[in-house]
């Protein structure tokens, strides 16, 4: 568990003003880029999950209430939220898309 953190966290800049994008997380199959937003001195969950499909690169953004004090809480909630999705809807989540 501990070299799964140091690999999503390696990279990233430490509490950004922007809540700047963590690295990606690849889960099967779909790429979880996580996107905490800065609120105040807070950083809530969002982010965006991909895939290529039929050589077309689809997204799906999501968004929610939850808040953090620090930026790599968030990071880790965004990367269990958007697993929770993949899990329940899988390429569904996509269907919207043209």
């Not at 690849?26 to 969002?46: D, S, V, W």
């Amino acid at each position: 568990m501990v070299s799964f953190l140091k690999k999503l966290f390696g990279g990233a800049p430490a509490g950004g003003d922007k809540g700047a994008d963590a690295e990606a997380v690849e889960y099967k199959g779909h790429l979880i880029r996580p996107t905490p937003m800065k609120q105040g001195a807070q950083f809530q969950t969002a982010g965006t999950i991909e895939k290529e499909i039929g050589g077309v690169v689809k997204s799906y953004r999501f968004v929610r209430v939850d808040k953090h004090s620090s930026r790599e809480d968030a990071v880790s909630l965004i990367v269990i939220k958007g697993q929770q999705i993949i899990d329940e809807q899988g390429d569904r989540i996509y269907a919207d898309q043209a």
